[in-house]
Nanobody
Framework: QVQLAESGGGLVQAGGSLRLSCAASARTFDRYAMGWFRQAPGKEREFVASVNWSGGRTYYADLVKGRFTISRDNAKNTVYLQMNSLKPEDTAVYYC?????????????????WGQGTQVTVSS
């Protein structure tokens, strides 16, 4: 069982940056692939980025490539999402997720564990 807690959301102007954090409770955190998803009002939840257990492989949705960076610190049981050059269309609730399958699979198969989400609002 994994419990996930996101933080770092907020209100930012277009072109600005935010860094989201997700703290995990799992004692075997380094066995899990970690990822970020988002859900905008009236839309389905969508994959944003994922990272494999070691942090050596990362995967991104096309919409965020080159602007967002996912990373993890296994010593701190934490995964991060650095978001730069934010756009109003990035406004959404951002969810942290964990799964024992690969980071690559996370973009295709819904992960098993989810956080509660953190709101990111980008103003124009």
């Amino acid at each position: 069982q994994v419990q996930l807690a996101e933080s770092g959301g907020g209100l930012v102007q277009a072109g600005g940056s935010l860094r989201l954090s997700c703290a995990a409770s799992a004692r075997t955190f380094d066995r899990y692939a970690m990822g970020w998803f988002r859900q905008a009002p009236g839309k389905e939840r969508e994959f944003v980025a994922s990272v494999n257990w070691s942090g050596g492989r990362t995967y991104y949705a096309d919409l965020v490539k080159g602007r967002f960076t996912i990373s993890r610190d296994n010593a701190k049981n934490t995964v991060y999402l650095q978001m730069n050059s934010l756009k109003p269309e990035d406004t959404a609730v951002y969810y942290c997720a964990a799964d024992l399958r690969s980071g690559q699979a996370m973009g295709v198969i819904p992960p098993n564990y989810w956080g509660q989400g953190t709101q990111v609002t980008v103003s124009s």
